[in-house]
């Protein structure tokens, strides 16, 4: 199969992408992966990106879809592949739409995560990572640590992000509704889109998921 998984931050994508991939046996081809491994690998792709970030700039499209492209051109990703935080634009949609046409493919689904703006917010606004492990995590109410400000696997300071503080997210809510969000009209005209709720335990958004998918036997 090969799914586009959209939502806003704070949507779950990240978790669901690697569950759906996993069950699925497909690969798992997000954006922040791709830079990542560009940049270490020192490709032509990763050293134009790590130009741009460096001067603070957006990293132009072009780059990111050339990404994209090697990486859906592995041979893991013959059978199909489980895309995260890409497309994050029509023009980056449209690019996919061709580089998929040339190779005579074409996308099976797409999954719109849904959650409502305050959550988003809370959700995010409410996380607090460890500064001696970052893998530490907590919030401050869906999951706290026994003792306020301490992380309970090592007793090192937990602080508040500043990406994760309520203004940056709001502003990084602002960018999804202009940026990202009109991609979900695109491929809604092409009769791909199914909305699923974000809400509830990690697995029951996972079946939601699947079942939308027609995988219901995966879930198993």
């Not at 607090?128 to 492990?133: F, T």
């Not at 400000?149 to 602002?174: P, S």
């Not at 202009?178 to 709720?197: F, N, W």
């Amino acid at each position: 199969m090969r799914i586009v998984l959209v939502g806003p931050p704070g949507a779950g994508k990240g978790t669901q992408a690697a569950l759906l991939a996993q069950t699925l046996s497909i690969p798992h081809i997000s954006t922040g992966d791709l830079f990542r491994a560009n940049i270490s690998q020192g490709t032509e792709l990763g050293q134009k990106a790590q130009e741009y970030m460096r001067a603070g700039q957006l990293v132009p499209d072009e780059v990111t879809i050339g990404m994209a492209k090697d990486r859906m051109d592995q041979a893991d990703a013959e059978g199909g592949f489980l895309l995260d935080g890409f497309p994050r634009n029509l023009a980056q949609a449209e690019a996919l739409d061709g580089i998929l046409k040339d190779e005579k493919l074409s996308l099976d689904a797409v999954l719109d995560l849904e959650v409502e703006e305050d959550e988003v917010v809370k959700r995010i606004a409410g996380r607090r990572m460890c500064r001696k492990d970052s893998s530490h995590i907590f919030h401050v109410e869906y999951s706290p640590s026994k003792e306020s400000g301490v992380c309970d696997v090592c007793g090192g300071e937990l602080y508040q992000r500043e990406d994760d503080r309520e203004d940056t997210v709001r502003k990084r809510l602002e960018v999804y509704h202009s940026e990202t969000e009109p991609i979900i009209d695109y491929y809604k005209a092409q009769g791909l889109v199914t909305t699923l709720s974000a809400l509830g335990a990690v697995a029951d958004v996972t079946k939601r998921a699947l079942a939308a998918l027609g995988r219901e036997d995966a879930a198993a």
